[in-house]
């Protein structure tokens, strides 16, 4: 027999996962990077607008909108935040109960409380949506600009279920950490 005389399937690579797995942990991560790179670029847009604000309210004139633009990019940031936080797994754990059951067990509901937040998770982007419907109809835009809400709307349900996306990737992560 040449090369590894343990397939890669055998039960003695626990670690190892299948291809669909792995493209799927890919495809996650790189959603999570594109999300926290247009969260960093409307950051980014954000401080510029507002220091240019800043400085046209000094010489007296301000720029229009600027209020409505910082309040739709804060939207856009916060909900983008979401999948980067869960694809660095950086939520906040309290372990105050876990740390003191078996292992097992601790491993047990730390999976039943991300299975939890996912359903969460969709079901307020499910209700992001139909708020975002509900824009849409009404035609409801800002003051200032007339910038329609509901795509503010749809992109943080989008946020949101790819936040999913990465939680449910980070379950099918190889385990190790005190979180896993």
């Not at 397939?7 to 797995?21: L, V």
């Not at 982007?125 to 139909?130: E, N, P």
């Not at 809400?149 to 349900?157: D, E, H, K, Q, T």
Request: glycine content about 12%.
């Amino acid at each position: 027999m040449h090369g590894d005389p343990k397939p890669a399937s055998s039960p003695a690579y626990p670690h190892e996962r299948s291809r669909g797995a792995a493209a799927w942990l890919v495809l996650a991560s790189r959603a999570g990077m594109a999300c926290e790179f247009i969260a960093g670029a409307a950051l980014l847009f954000t401080m510029l607008l507002t220091g240019a604000d800043i400085v046209g309210r000094l010489l007296g004139r301000p720029i229009p909108g600027t209020y409505e633009v910082v309040s739709f990019t804060g939207g856009i940031i916060a909900g983008l935040a979401l999948p980067a936080t869960a694809r660095a797994n950086g939520h906040v754990y309290v372990d105050l109960v876990t740390a003191s059951l078996p292992q097992r067990i601790a491993r047990r509901l730390n999976l039943a409380t991300r299975l939890a937040g996912i359903a969460t998770l969709l079901m307020i982007a499910w209700g992001i949506v139909g708020v975002g419907d509900d824009l849409r109809a009404s035609g409801e835009v800002s003051s200032v600009l007339a910038l329609p809400f509901y795509p503010v709307a749809y992109g943080m349900a989008c946020a949101l279920v790819l936040s999913c996306l990465s939680m449910l990737a980070a379950l099918l992560a190889p385990q190790g950490g005190p979180h896993e």
